[in-house]
Every structure is written in structure tokens, then in C-alpha cells.
């Protein structure tokens, strides 16, 4: 949520930084004038309810002084009407100025490219070189199929497309890569959370995925309840502090978990339909941060560095972008790409989106604390896959195969594999 005094006081600032993210400038004056029509129905309704307050003086006076009140009384009720009609006018006009404040996005920082597409978008850095292969690489569906460690159709007879199994070996590592994660995450000071995988429509909406979340029916909301199943671990990390005052002292807080996400991938159709790249569930370790504003841009590279040094202790080649202003998410004012190298696609593919939400999350979500002279401040938020587990098994099985279709375990997995230094066919 964007502060609204901020738009008041710079619309033309406003007008140029959300036009590079699709938002119409019309769209920004129509909310100025909700905003101007809510402050003067309060000026009204106060005047109108201290007139009440002061007919009311008048009655009594006149009662205690056995006088007739009748014209008081008479006028006490007419003033009451209006305040009455005038405050449900003001429910109106706030509501819809609050509804569309809430469609509004995050003001892209400066530096990050401007584009109204994902075209353009920044490299900052690539690390390692694409391994050169002697024989075609395959895909790593066919390798995972091949060896009998994933298994896509009978995931889709019984839950439908966009679904596996992992199985055996596939499992383990899976298991492994989590694992993986969730130490070196820790390790680098990040608690430990598991998190519940349901969360109510005040947490979507605190963390920026309602209303067009909802709207866009991105998710799976469960019927005839207030839950939604998480799309993310970073809604109820970041939901965690909801309507709190935070401690300042143990600013930065640090947060990472693991868990299932699910997503409908409504507007995806005919995009990766083979594969561990786009499924309706999958499993993903998170990091988020909460820090006082002056600290976010460097945790913001702290969190794309970590995120990084677990692809490089996995020797995965990979590269880190600067999203364009329209490509990244809703809430964020700046992301980092990390893409992975895949050999058979011959391209780099997103395995974590690295971003620094400033105080946009924090002001839907009520997150604060008192900065050293004792004033209420918004944190500011941080998100980071740290790292996509179903993308990275994909990864290691394309950037790690063999000929003869078997996959090499990255040395830094073999000890959560039990020594197994090799996946052959089963």
C-alpha cells in the first residue's frame, strides 16, 4: 500500500514512476479526488456532529430549566439525519478510494529498468561456464522418466496435469536439496520457521497477493472458508509480524522455511506443461527479512549474495538479472533474477526472485516499530527464493547427466544422499 500523503504531495511523481509499471495517470487523479471528497465529508461530519453536540447543551438546559425544548429537540434529530446520510457517504467514498489504493502497485526504485514488458531487463553478472557436453543433453523430464524417479503420469491420473511423483532416488533428492538449503539458511542466521500452509484473506491481502490475486484466480482458495492455500512461504513469514510493533533492537529479523507452495498458473496455458518448471504444488525454501528502511538495500544485496552462494556451492552455472519496472512483482520496488543454465533449453531459467518490498507490505500489514526517537515507523520487507527445489532438482539432472542417462550428485548433496554419489537407472 502506497502512503497516501507521499501521492498527495507529488502526484506528478507518482503519475511517472507507476506509468512505467501500466498504471494510467487518470487512474491517480480519480484517486486524489476520492481522497479530497473523503477529507472534506469528514470536515462536514464533524462540524455537523459539534453543532450536535452543542443543540444537545441546549436541550438539557433547557429541561433542567423547565423550558420548552421542543424546537431543540426538533433540530437535534435533523442534525443527527445528516450526520447519519453524510457518514454513509463517506463509507462509500472511502471504501472505494481504499479499493482502488489497493490495486495499486509498489514505486519501482530508481535503477531499476524501465519497460513495459519482461524485454530489457538488466544482466548484472553471470557466474559459471555452461558445461559442454559430447552427446545432446536431454531434458530433465526425460532423464527423470528414463530413470524412474519421476513418474508425471501417474501424478496426472490422480491429481490431473501439472503434478509428479517423485520416487526413490528422486525423492531423496528432493529431500537433499531442501535440507541443503534450510542449513546453509540457517547457518547465514536465518531462524527456522515451519509455517502453517493455509492462511486467512487479511494475510493475502497484508502481504500484497489480494485483491488481484484473488481477481486473477492465481490460487486455490478453499470453498466456504476464509483460507487460501499459500502461493508462497514469504505470506505467512511476513504475516507473522501482522498488527505488531516490532522490537527495533532485534532489527533485522530474519525468517526461513520451508514449504509446499500452490499455484492455479491461470494465464499459463501452453507454457512448460512438461516438467518440474511450472506445477500447480511444488516445494520452495524462503527467506524473508524485516529491517529498519535505512538497512533494506543492503539486505536486499545480502539476501541476492546468499541466495547465489547456493547455486555456486551446488557449481551451477547461472546468472542475476535486474527485473524491468512492469515484469516484477506487484509489491516489490526492485528484483533480482537468478536464472539457472539449462542444457537442454540452451537458455537460463528463473530459480529465485530476490525483492525488497520497502514499506509496502509493512503499511497493508500494520508492521512498525519506534525508531530511536520513540516515533512509529514501517519496517521494510524483503523476499528471496532461497532457493525453488523442484526447479533446482531440474537443474542438477541436466546440468549433472551423463550419456548413458545416469546423474552425478553435486558433492555438496552427497552426504544428505548416504554417500550415494551417483543416480542410475533403478
Not at 30 to 39: H, N, P, T, V
Not at 225 to 238: C, G, K, N, Q, R
Not at 308 to 317: A, F, S, V
Not at 320 to 332: G, N, Q, Y
Amino acid at each position: 500500500m502506497l502512503d497516501m500523503k507521499m501521492i498527495r504531495q507529488n502526484p506528478d511523481w507518482i503519475k511517472e514512476k507507476l506509468a512505467t509499471r501500466n498504471i494510467k495517470p487518470e487512474t491517480i487523479d480519480e484517486l486524489i479526488g476520492y481522497d479530497q471528497d473523503r477529507r472534506d465529508l469528514i470536515v462536514k461530519s464533524e462540524s455537523l456532529k459539534a453543532k450536535k453536540n452543542d443543540v444537545s447543551k441546549k436541550i438539557a438546559e433547557a429541561k433542567r430549566n423547565k423550558e420548552d425544548a421542543s424546537e431543540a429537540i426538533e433540530e437535534m434529530k435533523q442534525v443527527g439525519k445528516e450526520v447519519k446520510d453524510l457518514d454513509a457517504k463517506l463509507e462509500v467514498v472511502e471504501n472505494k478510494q481504499h479499493d482502488l489504493a489497493a490495486h495499486l502497485p509498489n514505486i519501482p526504485a530508481d535503477g531499476v529498468p524501465v519497460s513495459l514488458t519482461e524485454e530489457g531487463a538488466v544482466e548484472l553478472r553471470k557466474v559459471g561456464k555452461p558445461r559442454e557436453f559430447s552427446f545432446a543433453p536431454k531434458h530433465h523430464w526425460d532423464l527423470g522418466e528414463n530413470l524412474g524417479i519421476l513418474d508425471f503420469e501417474a501424478s496426472a491420473k490422480v491429481s490431473g496435469s501439472r503434478f509428479v511423483y517423485y520416487l526413490g532416488a528422486g525423492a531423496q533428492l528432493e529431500r537433499a536439496v531442501y535440507n541443503f538449503y534450510l542449513d546453509q539458511n540457517t547457518k547465514a542466521g536465518y531462524k527456522e520457521v515451519l509455517p502453517p500452509y493455509m492462511v486467512n484473506d487479511a494475510s493475502m491481502y497484508g502481504t500484497g497477493q489480494f485483491p488481484k490475486f484473488k481477481e486473477n484466480k492465481a490460487g486455490f482458495e478453499i470453498a466456504d472458508s476464509d483460507l487460501t492455500m499459500i502461493p508462497t512461504a514469504e505470506v505467512p513469514l511476513v504475516n507473522y509480524y501482522r498488527d505488531e510493533v516490532m522490537d527495533a533492537d532485534k532489527l533485522p529479523v530474519k525468517f526461513t522455511a520451508l514449504t509446499p507452495a500452490f499455484r492455479s498458473e491461470a494465464g499459463s496455458a501452453g507454457r512448460d506443461t512438461r516438467g518440474l518448471i511450472r506445477l500447480h504444488q511444488f516445494n520452495k525454501v524462503e527467506m524473508v527479512q524485516f529491517t529498519k528502511p535505512d538497512e533494506s538495500w543492503d539486505a536486499l544485496e545480502e539476501i541476492t549474495s546468499h541466495a547465489e552462494k547456493l547455486l555456486q556451492m551446488l557449481e551451477i552455472p547461472y546468472h542475476v538479472i535486474t527485473l524491468t519496472t512492469s515484469d516484477m512483482s506487484f509489491t516489490a520496488a526492485m528484483t533480482h533474477d537468478l536464472e539457472v543454465w539449462m542444457p537442454a533449453q540452451g537458455c537460463y531459467r528463473e530459480i529465485s526472485s530476490c525483492s525488497n518490498t520497502t514499506d509496502f507490505q509493512a503499511r497493508r500489514a500494520h508492521i512498525q516499530y519506534r525508531d530511536e526517537n520513540g516515533k512509529l515507523q514501517y519496517v521494510h520487507t524483503l523476499n528471496g527464493s532461497g532457493l525453488a527445489v523442484g526447479r533446482t532438482v531440474a537443474a542438477i539432472l541436466e546440468n549433472y547427466q551423463n550419456e548413458d542417462g545416469s546423474i552425478d550428485i553435486p558433492k555438496v548433496l552427497q552426504p544428505y544422499m548416504h554417500g550415494m554419489t551417483k543416480i542410475t537407472k533403478e
